[in-house]
């Protein structure tokens, strides 16, 4: 069992040079670790990325690339936020051990 923390910059689409670089930066001064994806806008991802609206949205997905309930918006920065985060990888941890 195990998991991993994916950022995904929507200003990033296609590639956009300018875009990335500024990212980057600021990921660098922030000290983040987790890995960020460019994606392509006309991909499924990249369809489902652009109709988020609320930044920053958290979804989870399963091992198998299945969306698992709904996407949260805003920070987790709040204990409901947290919870209602942790109860959702605690079923997405189970479905897992069970489907073995």
């Not at 600021?26 to 460019?38: C, F, P, T, V």
């Not at 806008?41 to 949205?57: E, L, Q, R, V």
């Not at 949260?72 to 709040?78: F, Q, T």
């Amino acid at each position: 069992m195990g998991g991993e923390v994916v950022g995904i910059n929507t200003e990033t689409f296609n590639g956009n040079k300018t875009a990335i670089k500024e990212a980057s930066a600021i990921l660098e001064s922030q000290g983040a670790k987790y890995r960020n994806l460019s994606i392509d806008s006309s991909s499924n991802a990249g369809k489902y990325a652009s109709d988020i609206m609320a930044f920053p949205t958290t979804i989870l997905v399963d091992r198998n690339g299945n969306i698992v309930g709904d996407p949260m918006l805003g920070g987790i920065d709040n204990k409901d936020n947290y919870d209602t985060l942790m109860k959702q990888i605690k079923s997405v941890i189970a479905a897992d051990s069970n489907s073995k």
